[in-house]
């Protein structure tokens, strides 16, 4: 973590100030040159070259529940602090109550009160009791969601609760006996107490136990409430209190958003990163996320402060992670932390780096080899059996996995690091292991990573920066003088970063130019994420995103599409392309896809249009005659925004294509063209 900030929301239209900045820089700088190119320049390929094969899952997805992108956002649930855990350590005016409040209708009476003496699991401490003493109308809670409840017209919403009966109104001179059973009214409201839709619930019992119901909407409401109300005497205990809407991703239950997932999807990762980022090493040794407590049933996982300020239920946890990576048909790729802490935050309450005590590290290594187990292991081993009772049988294939999160690199780090890497070694050496070289592209924590991979020969290594558009416009040879002796490359974390973090379209070319090059050096890099995915509008700490979202739309930024646009055009072998004369604006890549022999060629030109390329084809492979064009272009300040989402958009096109063709490449774009094997 290199930079805890809070910043204004990207502003769609830039002031005169930052176009005359803007300008200033396109004009001055050797990287952005809005000069034409003379003369017109000739790419020739030679499409009966062998090429070079290169890692056919460069292009893939960062996730860190940082901007509220888990809980609130991808996770579906809508209920917020939905297990009554929060707390004022979290923020210091959370408490188990926040987002519910007492409702009392209509001459109903009572009250509500948190309490921990019978609690539905250790890990979930708290939950709340509803006295009621005249029930009226109802006497109960109402929660607010997360920024309130997007509710849809016609759609179905799936409610659940943990409830018991603690006494009954006899408590207050009644006749009521436990028998009795306690009934509820579970409703969908908007603020002005407009019902959406309802259902009812019956408990009789002094045991927990799971109630549920289905209620479908009968109108739209994106800052609706979910309203629990008693309507008999008595007291009851309740926890875990959830709403799902009944359209998750894939219909998975315990699933996650739809169309913030879909858009994930579209992205055609090959890998998904999880769970950061800063969050995997956390802000003290207690604050470290450990898989083990996101796995099992939901009200028994043991949430946690998120070092980003808020709390994660761990509502998507690794099994949630893992299925989603097989739906979208991406490899997973967790991170575990290195028995370290995170170095940078201490101002978020937190300790700077702390090693894990030393006789404690066995029992951080049996649950990095559990990981393993879990998600690879037979059905008859202790930790495949866990995932086989969670619905998944089957192996869940883990390739990779990344040990620390950017750490400094002390000694601290370095023993810890060697003692969970030897222990994988020996018992897996079929899983890929990723060292860390710390926040920056070079510097001391980058040379330190940099030796311990070379001393324990390392398959590789994850580098993270995040950069003015101009470095990486200045920086696309970086690869190109990697030794291959030494080990492979994750570039996990990258984003190009303008001084005022909006997600312009200068910033999007830049990172496209520099995929040029990672493509280009897919020998040794073999994987690449974006950081970070995904924003909520409102509740942003980190920018640029790529996914800025509400609770009811969602904005695809430049970079977005960027990411997209080589995630659906990957290949597994690099070619070679010529250009003459050299052209400074243009990065050229082109790969061929081993499946579909399809070769693609992209042009990022961050400079003038060149009106006329000549692309000359050599070799004897039969093309198609047309080939599939998609460009994005744009003005270099241009940004898309909640209400512009389709500033920058990919525009597709078939043109036609031969043995040589010519094409005219826009100032300032992105060009793929996919040309067919005939
Ligand atoms: O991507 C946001 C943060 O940036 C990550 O949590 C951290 O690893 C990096 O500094």
Redesign the pocket.
């Known amino acids: 973590?290199?930079?805890i900030e809070t910043v204004k929301p990207a502003r769609p239209v830039l002031g005169l100030r930052m176009v005359i900045w803007v300008l200033g820089v396109a004009l001055a700088s050797p990287t952005f040159d809005g000069r034409a190119e003379s003369p017109a320049p000739v790419l020739t390929l030679d499409l009966a070259q062998p090429g070079k094969s290169i890692s056919p899952d460069l292009m893939g997805i960062?996730f860190?529940d940082?901007n509220y992108a888990a809980d609130g956002g991808l996770y579906a649930e809508l209920v917020q602090n939905r297990s009554f855990e929060y707390r004022a350590t979290e923020q210091l005016n959370w408490n188990p109550m926040t987002a519910w409040e007492l409702t009392t209708r209509d001459g109903g009476r009572g009250s509500l009160q948190i309490a921990d003496a019978v609690p539905l699991h250790p890990h979930n401490p708290y939950y709340v009791v509803v006295e009621t003493q005249e029930p009226g109308a109802g006497v109960g809670l109402v929660n607010s969601g997360f920024d309130g409840i997007a509710i849809q017209a016609g759609e179905s919403y799936e409610f659940s609760v943990f409830a018991r009966q603690l006494f009954t109104g006899n408590r207050w001179g009644g006749k009521g006996v436990l028998e009795r059973a306690a009934k509820f009214v579970v409703q969908l409201e908007t603020k002005d107490r407009v019902v959406l839709g309802a259902a009812t619930l019956e408990l009789s019992g002094r045991d927990w136990q799971r109630l549920a119901a289905s209620i479908t909407a009968t109108n739209t409401d994106s800052g609706a409430r979910l309203v629990v109300l008693s309507v008999t005497k008595g007291g009851v205990a309740l926890d875990e209190i959830s709403l799902f809407p009944r359209k998750t991703f894939q219909a998975r239950a315990n699933g996650l958003r739809a169309d913030l997932a879909q858009a994930i999807a579209d992205l055609k990762p090959k890998f998904m990163r999880f769970p950061?980022?800063?969050?995997?090493h956390g802000h003290g040794l207690g604050n470290m996320y450990r898989w083990k407590d996101s796995i099992g049933p939901i009200q028994q996982r043991r949430g946690q402060p998120n070092l980003w300020g808020y709390h994660q239920s761990l509502g998507l946890g690794y099994f949630e992670y893992f299925q989603f990576c097989e739906d979208i048909g991406a490899k997973p790729l967790p991170v575990v932390p290195a028995g370290v802490c995170c170095q940078?935050a201490d101002h978020q309450g937190g300790t700077g780096q702390r090693g894990v005590p030393l006789e404690e590290m066995p029992a951080h290594i049996q649950d990095v080899l559990d990981l393993v187990e879990w998600a690879n292991g037979p059905t008859n081993s202790t930790w495949g059996a866990k995932r086989a009772a969670a619905g998944h049988p089957a192996s869940f294939n883990l390739q990779y996995l990344g040990v620390g999160?950017?750490d400094h690199i002390t000694p601290v780090f370095k023993k810890r690091f060697q003692l969970i890497h030897d222990a994988l070694k020996a018992r897996h050496p079929e899983i890929t292991i990723i060292g860390t070289t710390g926040?920056f592209h070079s510097g001391e924590d980058y040379e330190a990573g940099w030796k311990i991979a070379d001393e324990l020969r390392l398959a590789m290594v994850d580098e993270?920066y995040?950069e003015k558009p101009e470095w990486f416009l200045n920086n696309l040879e970086r690869y190109d003088k990697y030794d291959r002796a030494k080990s492979q490359v994750y570039v996990g974390?990258y984003a190009a970063h303008e001084s005022n973090r909006a997600n312009t379209w200068r910033s999007a070319l830049a990172e496209a130019a520099y995929l040029t090059s990672l493509e280009r050096n897919g020998d040794i890099v073999r994987l690449a994420s974006y950081?970070?995915l995904l924003a909520k509008q409102g509740r942003t700490q980190?920018r640029p995103d790529m996914i800025y979202f509400n609770n009811t739309d969602l904005l695809r930024s430049a970079n977005y599409y960027v990411q997209q646009l080589f995630g659906q055009n990957a290949g597994d072998v690099y070619l070679t392309p010529t250009l003459a004369p050299a052209t400074t604006n243009l990065a050229v890549s082109c790969v061929r896809d081993s499946r579909t022999s399809e070769v693609i060629l992209k042009l990022v030109n961050h400079g003038a249009t060149i009106p006329a390329l000549h692309v000359r084809l050599l070799g004897d492979k039969q093309i198609a005659p047309t080939a599939m064009q998609t460009v994005l272009s744009g003005d270099l300040a241009a940004v898309n925004a909640l209400d512009k989402p389709a500033v920058i958009l990919p525009q597709t096109a078939r043109i036609p294509v031969g043995r040589s063709f010519t094409c005219e490449v826009l100032a300032n774009s992105l060009t793929v063209i996919r040309l067919e094997a005939r």
């Open positions: 973590m290199n930079k960062f860190e940082i950061g980022g800063c969050l995997v940078n999160n950017e926040p993270h995040y974390e950081a970070p980190w």
